[in-house]
RNA sequence: GCGGGCGUGGUGGAAACGGUAGACACGCCGGCUUUAGGUGCCGGUGGCGCAAGCCAUGGGGGUUCAAGUCCCUCCGCCCGCACCA
């Protein structure tokens, strides 16, 4: 017998250079031949040193996909670039003063070099990376687009900001009161900074999450984060000084059980309403005190209550009573007004200040036992008594409208989600594009003179401002407008914005005149399947939406592209002995010693083969020498079907060794299929390609026929194309001369998955007892009476009365007995 | 505290519907081939038992002819949000 060694190294080097020579993966944006397309895109990578593991297991899921639609008949969209902006290239700059652009352009050049050793079907001529100009021009165009419109705008304002990267940070981005990268305690400072405006899209982009296919929890956590209530806004007064405060409240309904008033610290009035009042000093004693606290601990649920009063009254507007002031911490002034009335009796957190300073508490809801706080439902008492009696659901829905009647409140919506902050004071980024004149204000730069160049500089490190301001000749402009001198922003945009509308440009990379042509966007668009990590739930997964919005409002996009990603898979990730991996712990696999030592195709197969691919899963070295052979197996025994067996068809007259492997194979193309068509099961997939090649082995020692053998031997084949695309396109070819990748996707054929006959199983009592070959269309009675023959049945049926019969066609009977 | 997810052999995991628990693979055991092998091939492998059989899907309870799957309850782990009025 001739040797045939499996040489994964030559085989992929061969067909990923026929690959890259014809194009095979480009997809034209010439729609004339009506073929179905799908857009099926795995989020960017950041490029940082070179690929891991993890990169690996999201490309795999992703190209196994791409291979699937494009063989089931559509045209494939699978673009890649890199999200190039951001702090680690910079960081490494103020260490080693290499420009960032230069140690990016490395990094993107090692990701590309492995993504193509890895045999990746993507489409090289849409590739960019977010920090070359040709993109970042159109980033630009995006904000003065937004600008424009109203929906980016300067404000001073609290921001977050991170001490150790010295820059501000979005609310997305700051994770149990630290950094997200950094994982510095954030400190709360006054400064006026770039936003967008989110909360305007807060209702739609809440409402619209039912319209997708979204795994259910991260659905659940954009809810969360947008975080929705309904209530109402209810005037109190402050006669004294003649001041009306509107705080927002979910319970409009224990109004009446309101006994004080409390303002958060940064209440811009507290300082007002205390002056002249014997409390003053302590008042404002308190205020320094929260305003200079930590920010996380201050946040703690469980933190003691504190407070001062203000010496002063507000009158509450259904009953007239007066409700002293307090300024406590527990209030912030980022929700709704920074002002809330206080229902001790029906509230978790009055009643805990309430205990504190011995502050009444008067219940107007009736629960279930005496104890307070009560927050649940009940019936209205002790408010007024066109109110009381009633259930407190309904007398909140009276209560609104009285104070709708009396113009002393209305019905209200109030949402957790925060503009976007975009503004870095970091060099690494696109710049702002805007000119601030002390004559004009801030002033958009014109259409023409984009993009504005990230100028050239020496010293990157951030000084409480963005290194741009070193650039003093870049600084320094005139203003569009009047032509006074004038100065650039000097500020980068938050990364995130480079990453929210990349899908958009993948449809149209080379449009020098547009960020996109609308048409064909509208071919493309929404990506079909968006695949990527949980770590973007909120942050890139919100903003894209917000985008894709926004965009359509202003006429950029088709009005009925509302969402960006029809579909998402969140994969999980690749453990080692049950831990991330890292270079701190020292367990970090690479791809490139798994791909030098087995080939790509082991690799990928087995990432893929190891568990389902949202979840979590621990690697294993064992494990992936088992796919190798696995792979070896499958491609030695097509080497050597090819030399050996004649090339003739699957005889008329066939015998059962033959019909053994049909069937099999039929049943392995239909599971592959089904289990690749909504789900993304390529574990069992696979298993049931090796299923199959266990069949091949043993039958072809048999007699099986040279035509069975080399169909169940391609077949086999064509079904691991998507996991193993180079083994699988090189064994297809030594079997049948073709290109897989060219041939439709399989056929399962319904004659051979149907089965003449099948173990019924036999059981006494839920026991399986025994089992016995049915046939198919067998009856009931029939059923039964097979099962009560079986040997093992009969004894456990002796001397007993049977009670109860069921039958399940073509799969058991139990026979209940007593 | 609220919301979501998970818990199956020595290991990773199978089992859309309630209907043969443990597919497939790793590991382990045995055999054959090989000068040798980190190769290839064949067989075995949930636990207890000689066997008939019994026990087994985190614990307990329930519904059902039948429960890994449905319901209740408890335990453990993971993720998100958290003084949001």
Same mark, same amino acid.
């Given at each position: 017998m001739a040797e045939y060694r499996y040489d994964p190294a030559e085989i992929e080097q061969r067909w990923q250079q026929v690959w890259a020579d014809e194009?095979?993966?480009?997809?034209?944006?010439?729609?004339?031949?009506?073929?179905?397309?799908?857009?099926?895109?795995?989020?960017?990578?950041?490029?940082?040193?070179?690929?891991?593991?993890?990169?690996?297991?999201v490309y795999s899921v992703g190209d196994a996909v791409a291979h699937f639609h494009r063989r089931t008949g559509r045209r494939v969209l699978n673009p890649m670039g890199y999200d190039a902006f951001g702090l680690p290239a910079e960081n490494h700059a103020i260490k080693t003063g290499q420009h960032p652009r230069d140690s990016t352009d490395i990094a993107i050049a090692e990701f590309r070099r492995q993504f193509r050793e890895w045999g990746m079907s993507i489409d090289w001529t849409r590739e960019f990376g977010t920090h070359e100009p040709r993109y970042y021009r159109w980033t630009q165009w995006i904000f003065l687009e937004l600008f424009n419109r109203g929906l980016a705008y300067q404000k001073q304002a609290a921001v977050n900001w991170d001490p150790v990267e010295e820059t501000v940070l979005a609310n997305e981005q700051v994770?149990?009161?630290?950094?997200?990268?950094?994982?510095?305690?954030?400190?709360?400072?006054?400064?006026?900074?770039?936003?967008?405006?989110i909360t305007d899209y807060a209702d739609r982009l809440l409402e619209d999450l039912d319209t997708i296919?979204?795994?259910?929890?991260?659905?659940?956590?954009?809810?969360?984060?947008?975080?929705?209530?309904?209530?109402?806004?209810?005037?109190?007064?402050?006669?004294?000084?003649?001041?009306?405060?509107?705080?927002?409240?979910?319970r409009p309904d224990t109004?009446?059980?309101?006994?004080?008033?409390?303002?958060? $610290?940064?209440?811009?009035? +507290?300082?007002?309403?205390?002056? *002249?009042?014997?409390?003053?000093?302590? /008042?404002?004693? #308190? %205020?320094?005190?929260?305003?200079?606290?930590?920010?996380?601990?201050?946040?703690?649920?469980?933190?003691?209550?504190?407070?001062? $009063?203000?010496?002063?009254? +507000?009158?509450?507007?259904?009953? *007239?009573?007066?409700?002293?002031?307090? /300024?406590?911490? #527990? %209030?912030?002034?980022?929700?709704?007004?920074?002002?809330?009335?206080?229902?001790?009796?029906?509230?978790?957190?009055?009643?805990?200040?309430?205990?504190?300073y011995d502050l009444p508490i008067r219940r107007v809801i009736e629960g279930p036992d005496d104890e307070f706080p009560y927050s649940g439902d009940g019936t209205l008492v002790d408010s007024a008594p066109e109110f009381d009696g009633l259930h407190n659901r309904a007398a909140l829905e009276a209560i609104v409208r009285w104070l709708e009647r009396e113009g002393k409140g209305h019905s209200s919506v109030n949402y957790r989600l925060r503009d976007w902050l975009i503004s870095r004071q970091r060099y690494w980024g696109t710049p702002i594009p805007i000119i601030h004149c002390p004559a004009c204000g801030a002033v958009p730069v014109a259409e023409q003179d984009l993009p504005v160049l990230l100028p050239d500089i020496e010293d990157y490190k951030p000084r409480g401002r963005s290194p741009l301001a070193t650039a003093e000749d870049w600084v320094r402009t005139t203003c569009p407008q009047c032509r006074g001198p004038a100065q650039r922003e000097t500020d980068t945009m938050d990364t995130?914005?480079?990453?929210?509308?990349?899908?958009?440009?993948?449809?149209?990379?080379?449009?020098?005149?547009?960020?996109?042509?609308?048409?064909?966007?509208?071919?493309?668009?929404?990506?079909?399947?968006?695949?990527?990590?949980?770590?973007?739930?909120?942050?890139?997964?919100?903003?894209?939406?917000?985008?894709?919005?926004?965009?359509?409002?202003?006429g950029h996009l088709p009005s009925d592209l509302q969402e960006p990603f029809s579909a998402l898979f969140t994969q999980g990730m690749i453990l080692r002995d049950g831990d991330k991996m890292s270079k701190n712990k020292g367990n970090v696999i690479s791809p490139t010693t798994i791909v030098e030592r087995f080939g790509a195709d082991t690799a990928r197969a087995y990432i893929l083969f190891i568990g389902p691919p949202d979840q979590d899963a621990d690697w294993s070295d064992s494990g992936v020498e088992?796919?190798?052979?696995?792979?070896?197996?499958?491609?030695?025994?097509?080497?050597?079907?090819?030399?050996?067996?004649?090339?003739?068809?699957?005889?008329?007259?066939?015998?059962?060794?033959?019909?053994?492997?049909?069937?099999?194979?039929?049943?392995?193309?239909?599971?592959?299929?089904?289990?690749?068509?909504?789900?993304?099961?390529?574990?069992?997939?696979?298993?049931?390609?090796?299923?199959?090649?266990?069949?091949?082995?043993?039958?072809?020692?048999?007699?099986?026929?040279?035509?069975?053998?080399r169909f169940a031997l391609s077949t086999a084949a064509s079904l691991l194309f998507p996991f193993a695309p180079h083994t699988a396109t090189d064994a297809y070819h030594l079997l049948t001369g073709e290109r897989v990748w060219e041939q439709p996707w399989p056929d399962a054929d319904q004659a051979w998955l149907e089965r003449p006959t099948f173990e019924l199983v036999c059981q006494v009592n839920g026991k399986v007892r025994d089992r016995a070959q049915a046939p198919s269309d067998a009856s009931k009675d029939e059923l039964l009476a097979l099962c009560r023959q079986a040997p093992r049945v009969r004894a456990h049926l002796d001397g007993r009365d049977v009670v109860k019969e069921i039958v399940v066609p073509g799969k058991l009977v139990n026979i209940v007995v007593r």
């Open positions: 194009g095979t993966w480009e997809a034209s944006n010439d729609f004339s031949d009506g073929q179905q397309t799908s857009y099926v895109l795995v989020m960017l990578p950041y490029p940082s040193g070179e690929p891991h593991i993890g990169h690996l297991k994770i149990d009161g630290r950094g997200e990268r950094s994982g510095a305690l954030v400190e709360v400072r006054q400064l006026k900074q770039w936003f967008f405006r296919r979204w795994p259910e929890h991260v659905k659940t956590m954009q809810r969360n984060w947008i975080g929705r209530s309904e209530g109402a806004e209810v005037v109190f007064r402050c006669e004294e000084l003649e001041i009306d405060y509107p705080v927002f409240t979910t109004l009446f059980g309101a006994t004080f008033f409390v303002m958060a $610290p940064e209440h811009p009035d +507290v300082l007002r309403l205390a002056e *002249g009042t014997e409390h003053e000093a302590e /008042v404002r004693q #308190y %205020v320094n005190r929260s305003l200079t606290d930590d920010t996380q601990l201050r946040g703690d649920i469980d933190k003691e209550k504190t407070g001062v $009063p203000l010496g002063r009254t +507000v009158t509450n507007p259904v009953n *007239g009573e007066q409700l002293p002031i307090y /300024v406590a911490d #527990y %209030v912030l002034m980022e929700y709704g007004t920074g002002a809330i009335m206080a229902v001790p009796a029906h509230d978790e957190r009055d009643y805990a200040f309430a205990k504190a995130f914005v480079d990453s929210s509308w990349y899908f958009l440009r993948y449809c149209d990379p080379d449009n020098e005149r547009a960020p996109w042509d609308p048409n064909i966007v509208a071919r493309w668009m929404p990506v079909d399947q968006y695949i990527g990590g949980v770590e973007h739930a909120i942050l890139h997964l919100l903003y894209a939406r917000f985008f894709t919005k926004a965009l359509s409002d202003l088992g796919m190798n052979r696995f792979l070896g197996r499958l491609w030695r025994n097509a080497a050597e079907a090819a030399d050996e067996l004649p090339d003739h068809p699957i005889p008329d007259e066939i015998n059962d060794d033959d019909e053994r492997l049909l069937r099999k194979t039929h049943w392995a193309i239909d599971k592959v299929t089904s289990d690749m068509s909504d789900r993304f099961n390529f574990n069992t997939a696979i298993a049931a390609v090796m299923e199959l090649l266990n069949e091949v082995t043993p039958v072809k020692r048999g007699d099986a026929s040279p035509g069975a053998v």
